[in-house]
């Protein structure tokens, strides 16, 4: 097969292209590779495949669709798939959080709401407020406004400048103190306080639009909030009027045993992000949901007959992705899977826990069905040592992990069961054996 033509994302292309990791076909949990192995899947795609791979009922509804009409545009028109889509996603969202903005993924879902961020100020006659802040380690997309206020160097350092008025928490992780914590770590709370001491001594809270984080930052490795950090940035931003943004590209749909991880924290933000498993990944869609009091800043800002929003994609509410959304959002509902995610958390915990003690091993965090085990660097060596245990654990375990750094991260999808559990996790402890 001629592989030089496709340009591949977050990938070492040269690498890749000397032993191909390829996939062609998937059912439930599992992969089958082009070498015809069944894959247990490990990471749900890329977090994203949470009710378990081609589910018939979202399949055929994606066929229906495209059968029906390919395309509509949502520019000054409508379809009813759209509004339908939008209304079962509201219903889902926490209370007051019911007006939708569709776009096609979770980077576009970050700058959009930045947007709306920094829009709403200025409608209110604050438009003083342009200052962004995020977090060291958070990982918001790869547009502009994701890279600015995401904290990852390698994402930012080859693309100038980007966004200017942008600020960065400290992330949450301190191994030294919270290593193999079960669930929320209990040191850390204090964290959240940077942002006030920030706003007080720096940046004037009146120059602040929103704040924007990660329930669980997963990309850059499963680090999990503190207990009480999310309420305490909630109170600070309800202090100083900023808006908090909840990036659940990840930790929305289930991942935590509940529908966002708004309602598994108890805490809610001003708008969220979302995406993935919106469409359990088989259509891209992203979309942010916002509280009805920044959609009616924006209604009551201009005459009827003016556009409120100069803001849009032409695939914005796309009728496949929004029939996918629909049919996905039901088999949510309709097959417990969220409360099944709830349910295997603890079995998925005892397991991942299981490892401690294995070979280089430095760390092991978990919470739902998400689990980082981090690892010792390796010297000597140009790739990483959680890079040779994710090729070992495809080629030889039949197994598909997902790595950041030296860090393993697992998100499988929601309908694993005990078994599976224990096959994913014995796979890569005998990897990890090995590799030492
Ligand atoms: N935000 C978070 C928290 C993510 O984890 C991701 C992707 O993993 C994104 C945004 C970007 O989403 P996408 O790759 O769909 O643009």
Redo the contacts with the bound molecule.
């Keep these: 097969m001629q592989t030089e033509h496709f340009w591949m994302p977050f990938t070492a292309n040269r690498q890749f292209k000397i032993k191909p990791r390829m996939l062609e076909r998937a059912k439930g949990m599992y992969y089958q590779s082009t070498d015809g192995r069944e894959i247990l899947d490990g990471t749900a795609g890329?977090?994203c495949v949470n009710a378990g791979h081609n589910h018939p009922k979202i399949v055929e509804a994606i066929q229906k669709q495209a059968a029906t009409m390919d395309f509509a545009p949502t520019f000054q028109m409508g379809h009813p798939l759209a509004f339908e889509a939008a209304s079962k996603l509201a219903s889902m969202a926490p209370s007051g959080l019911d007006r939708v903005f569709f776009c096609n993924?979770?980077?576009?879902?970050?700058d959009t709401a930045l947007k709306i961020a920094l829009a709403y100020h200025k409608l209110r006659g604050d438009a003083g407020r342009f200052r962004l802040i995020g977090r060291e380690r958070?990982?918001?997309?790869?547009?502009f406004g994701?890279i600015s206020v995401g904290g990852i160097a390698g994402n930012r350092k080859q693309f100038g400048p980007a966004l200017s008025g942008v600020d960065h928490l400290p992330h949450p992780l301190n191994i030294a103190k919270n290593a193999y914590s079960k669930g929320l770590p209990e040191y850390g709370v204090e964290l959240a306080d940077v942002l006030e001491q920030r706003l007080l001594a720096l940046h004037d809270a009146s120059t602040v639009a929103a704040v924007i984080v990660?329930p669980i930052?997963?990309?850059t490795g499963v680090i999990l909030p503190p207990q009480g950090y999310l309420q305490k940035l909630r109170e600070i931003c309800n202090k100083h009027g900023i808006l908090l943004i909840f990036?659940?590209?990840?930790?929305g749909f289930g991942r935590l045993g509940s529908a966002f991880g708004a309602d598994y924290f108890g805490v809610k933000p001003d708008m969220i992000?979302c995406?993935?498993g919106l469409t359990n990944a088989a259509v891209?869609m992203?979309a942010v949901i916002a509280s009805t009091e920044i959609y009616d800043t924006f209604m009551h800002a201009a005459p009827q007959d003016q556009i409120e929003f100069f803001h849009g994609y032409t695939y914005s509410a796309h009728p496949l992705a929004c029939a996918a959304a629909i049919a996905t959002l039901d088999v949510f509902k309709e097959e417990g899977i969220f409360q099944a995610a709830a349910d295997m958390s603890a079995y998925f915990e005892q397991a991942a826990h299981s490892l401690r003690g294995l070979p280089n091993i430095k760390d092991i965090r978990n919470l739902g069905l998400v689990c980082g085990i981090e690892l010792e660097p390796q010297t000597g060596k140009t790739n990483t040592r959680a890079y040779d245990i994710f090729e070992k654990c495809f080629w030889e375990k039949d197994v598909l992990i997902r790595t950041t750094g030296d860090i393993i991260a697992l998100s499988p999808p929601l309908i694993i069961n005990k078994e599976q559990i224990d096959r994913l996790f014995s796979k890569i402890a005998e990897a990890i054996r090995e590799q030492a």
Excluded: C, M, R
């Design positions: 890329l977090w993924d979770g980077s576009e879902g970050v958070a990982y918001h997309g790869v547009g994701g990660e930052q997963g990309s990036d659940e590209v990840i930790t992000v995406a993935k891209p992203g």
